[in-house]
């Protein structure tokens, strides 16, 4: 039998070679999707990344000049003390001050804040209120306060009689029975549990956080807020 003009064995072979000679082209057109598909993903995940790193130094030039010194004094009994690696405004706080009326942490600009949340609940916080305490003695001044905030919401009449228990006498008392502040910061990944404390500096430019209580009394503290405070710089 004699094949027609359409049958198969006339026209399958250049079909074939005809896809040979797609097949480079198609490959190359997947890779330069792909590549297309990266450069995009790096232009929105990363230049936002360099537009925020720069931002942040523009705004906190001192900060970022103070970072590797403030780095340097992490050690000792602050050692768990956790440098910011970009230096950037520090996240504005909501609280009641000592005289009961609202205050924020932007408000506090002009002097080197060393924020403590903590709780009459939290054990290791009664372990390191006192050291609290005896470095705003030592330290506290006009252009640095301890501020140990309180965040209980339940039988607020405990708060000063904790602080009495354990004999504050330096500190102010902060509180924020709505414990706003630490579900702020608990979403911005800034802190997990009780006690946390966070440096800032004047410019109300955070420098870092420590997680768990520490000898805030000690020398290595003490090292710790002088550089914050540019002390030597």
């Not at 064995?9 to 997947?30: C, D, G, H, I, N």
């Not at 504050?168 to 502040?181: E, G």
Request: charged share 20%.
């Amino acid at each position: 039998m004699t094949s027609g003009p359409d049958s198969p064995e006339k026209t399958s072979e250049p079909r074939k070679a005809r896809s040979r000679s797609l097949a480079p082209a198609v490959f190359f057109a997947s890779l330069a999707v792909i590549a297309l598909s990266v450069a995009v993903l790096y232009g929105i995940s990363g230049l936002p990344g360099k537009e925020m790193a720069t931002s942040g130094a523009k705004s906190c030039p001192t900060a970022a000049t103070r970072l590797p010194a403030i780095a340097g004094a992490a050690k000792g009994e602050v050692a768990a003390f956790t440098p910011v690696k970009t230096a950037r405004p520090a996240i504005d706080l909501a609280f009641l001050g000592p005289d009961g009326q609202p205050r924020t942490l932007s408000g506090m600009k002009g002097r080197v804040v060393l924020l403590n949340l903590w709780a009459t609940w939290c054990v290791p916080c009664r372990e390191e209120m006192p050291a609290l305490d005896r470095l705003q003695a030592e330290a506290g001044g006009a252009d640095f306060e301890v501020v140990a905030l309180n965040i209980d919401t339940a039988r607020l009449e405990k708060r000063q009689q904790f602080l009495s228990e354990i004999g504050v006498k330096a500190l102010k008392f902060y509180a924020d029975p709505s414990a706003d502040v630490f579900q702020t910061l608990k979403r911005a990944g800034k802190v997990v549990g009780l006690p946390t404390t966070i440096l800032i500096d004047g410019d109300g430019c955070e420098l870092g956080t420590l997680a768990g209580a520490a000898a805030w009394d000690s020398p290595d503290a003490l090292r710790l807020v002088a550089a914050a405070r540019g002390a030597g710089s």
